[in-house]
């Protein structure tokens, strides 16, 4: 089935956030040691994803219209308003960590070459190795993440479903209209731009700064087309 791939991620998501549930009641000193090492994890492939471009200049102006364009859309302020209504469906039980937990997590799920790229093989070939692999990787990352930032983490198992879900989809008809040279192109520049979003999600859980990373999802769709264009 061209969904099992996806179905599997968002399962082993929530299946990770259940066993980070349990594990809440470790002292606060080793839920921001484990913090700060996730965030140095995460900047680190962040910047290996980011080095991937064949072409920065594409990369940097998709990011500039993709900020500008989630700006106008106040795609931040929208995700995080979904996590806010999640928390009060929730009771509003431990008060802000539901819309933190959730955003946070739906970000450094969603972005990334991993799940674009698992997506595609699910749907062209019928192969789901990638996004099992990604599934262990991000179940045993939501229960990290579910230690610190609670259990909004959980919530993010809905985004990532649907979002690799509707590519795997999209990738059953997608040989019909994208050459292969296309498509190597393509996956490099979505790559390096994800790169780069995902080394913001890092600084943002280091504490060194406080970027709207939803803001720049636009920049996904604009390199796209603009690969698609110079191509």
Known sequence: ????????????????????????????????????????????????????????????????????????????????????????????????SISLGFVTATLIFVVGAIGILGALDSGIRGNHDVLFTKAIMDGVMACILTTTLGIGVLFSALPILLYEGLIALGATQIHR????????????????TGGIMILAIGMNLLGLAKIKVANLLPAIVVVAVLVTIFE
Request: proline share 1%.
């Open 1 to 96: 089935m061209v969904l099992t791939g996806a179905i599997v991620n968002g399962i082993a998501v929530v299946g990770g956030g259940l066993l980070g549930r349990l594990l809440h009641r470790i002292p606060e000193r080793i839920k921001d040691s484990v913090m700060k090492v996730m965030g140095l994890a995460v900047s680190v492939l962040g910047i290996q994803m980011g080095l991937k471009s064949a072409s920065f200049l594409i990369v940097i102006i998709s990011l500039v219209l993709g900020a500008v364009l989630g700006e106008l859309l106040a795609l931040d302020d929208q995700l995080n308003r979904l996590g806010g209504w999640l928390e009060r469906r929730m009771g509003g039980a431990e008060e802000g």
């Open 177 to 192: 209209f994208v050459s292969d040279e296309l498509m190597n192109r393509l996956i490099a520049e979505l790559t390096s």
